[in-house]
């Protein structure tokens, strides 16, 4: 049976199932299972307009003079030790505008307790003035070690999903504005990232800027909204 580990029907970042208007109040921070880990040189704040209609979303910002171990995160704890873990989120950068090649900033993270090893999702100019989003993660099976991988990242709302199996012989998939389970993007076969262990921790929000973003994108905020994290079945929009 595919365990659904969540569904966060929760105001916060205006989820789906949640039943309320753009109009509804918005909590002054994150409710369980989201906890604010507390922020380092950045602000994270919930407020109205979410990216699918729905009420609320998380704004993340990086602040000014801010140095490249910031972050503007919101933490998950539920998971447990997974042996496959597939995720998405909303995510709008458009408030930031055009980067240069050296912009980049990481967007999210699935991480275990026991190796501090995981995925990370990030964005990165790609030298014309736009965005693309990129995943890296351990795989032993590269002889870099790394599969890492991008597509641009257009205007407006997209959701991204990923689904990152933990262990030998699985395939990664990851995909963006795609709501075709048999056609990712972006794919792996073969994995073996072992090494993760498991999957016991996720992090929403911009962190880890480079130089490039903090000096140009202090105080804007990039959207997220709509988390939603299973073991095993396809999310879709």
Known sequence: MNAKMKVLALALLGLAGYAGSAAASCPSSPVPPWSVNAP??????IVPGGLDGSACRLDSAISAGASGFANAVVEDDTPTAEPRYRAQFMINVDALGAPTLLTSSYVFSATSS???????IGLFGDGSGGWRISYNFPNATDPSGISSGSVPLTAGSKHVEFDLPVGTGGTFGFWVENNV????????????NSAIVGIDTAFLGLAAPSDSFIATYAGTAAQFDRFDSRRSSFIGF
Do not use: H, R, W, Y
């Open 40 to 45: 380092f040189q950045g602000t994270t704040a």
């Open 114 to 120: 026991v190796s501090g090893t995981g995925i990370n």
């Open 181 to 192: 389970e048999a056609s990712p993007d972006l794919s792996v076969a073969n994995v073996n």
